[in-house]
């Protein structure tokens, strides 16, 4: 809802003339506002099409039932992950998948989702994979 309303002040700003249609779109050119709605999209389909707990599924059959086990798992898939593509994808992958992980072991899925956003910036930290990337030279 909140986003509803965010584009309706949007649309009433450019029809009332507050703002011009160009300084209105501008905001949707920027590469963190892609990759956001990319994010939601990704997470959105992976968790409707099943892929989330299929993954989910998997996870809890290797790691088990113990939250340590559970959290090596998680972190170190999207360590791993990281390593060869963009954190913020690795983690829109993994967004439903530990939501599905918590939902289905009854943990609070804080306890597992701070600790996988942690493990897609680990090897971004430690990766010279990805320094073209940040440090175009």
Do not use: C, H, Q
Not at 13 to 32: I, R
Request: glycine residues 6%; without cysteine; hydrophobic residues 60%.
């Amino acid at each position: 809802m909140p986003m509803r309303v965010a584009l309706l002040v949007l649309v009433l700003m450019v029809v009332f003339g507050l703002v011009s249609t160009g300084d209105a779109l501008a905001g949707f050119s920027n590469p963190a506002v892609v990759a956001i709605w990319a994010m939601f999209i990704l997470s959105s389909g992976l968790a409707r099409t099943g892929v989330a707990s299929y993954l989910g599924n998997l996870a809890t059959r290797v790691a088990g039932e113990t939250e340590r086990r559970l959290l090596t798992v998680l972190i170190s898939s999207t360590a791993v992950l990281s390593a060869f593509m963009n954190n913020i994808g690795v983690a829109a992958m993994f967004l439903p998948v530990t939501i599905d992980i918590a939902r289905r072991t009854k943990r609070v899925a804080s306890r597992l989702l701070i600790p996988m956003a942690y493990g897609s910036l680990l090897a971004l930290l430690v990766s010279l994979l990805l320094i073209p990337l940040i440090f175009p030279f």
